[in-house]
């Protein structure tokens, strides 16, 4: 399964994800932003402070997104 290595917030709530395959994946979460969801991250300092654990990436506790939602978000756009 694939992992999480890295997670690095850039501007305008972009979200570079960096995996252990080598691959990378950019969450643009700018237009989820009004969602009940995703709001808290609406925040800059907050978003900024995104983590990984490598099967999650998590803004404390309040919002997570598995490795699976960051391959359906990209799907999204």
């Known amino acids: 399964m694939t992992r999480i290595l890295k997670v690095i917030p850039r501007e305008n709530y972009l979200l570079d994800v960096q995996l252990d395959n ?7 979460l ?8 995703f709001g808290m991250i609406s ?10 654990d490598g099967s999650y990436i998590r803004w404390g506790n ?9 391959f359906q978000l990209a799907q999204k756009g």
């Open 62 to 70: 309040k919002i997570e997104i598995s490795v699976n939602e960051v």
């Open 30 to 37: 700018k237009s989820r932003l009004g969602t009940v969801r």
């Open 43 to 52: 925040d800059i300092d907050l978003f900024q402070r995104a983590t990984t």
């Open 22 to 28: 080598g691959h990378s994946v950019i969450l643009n």
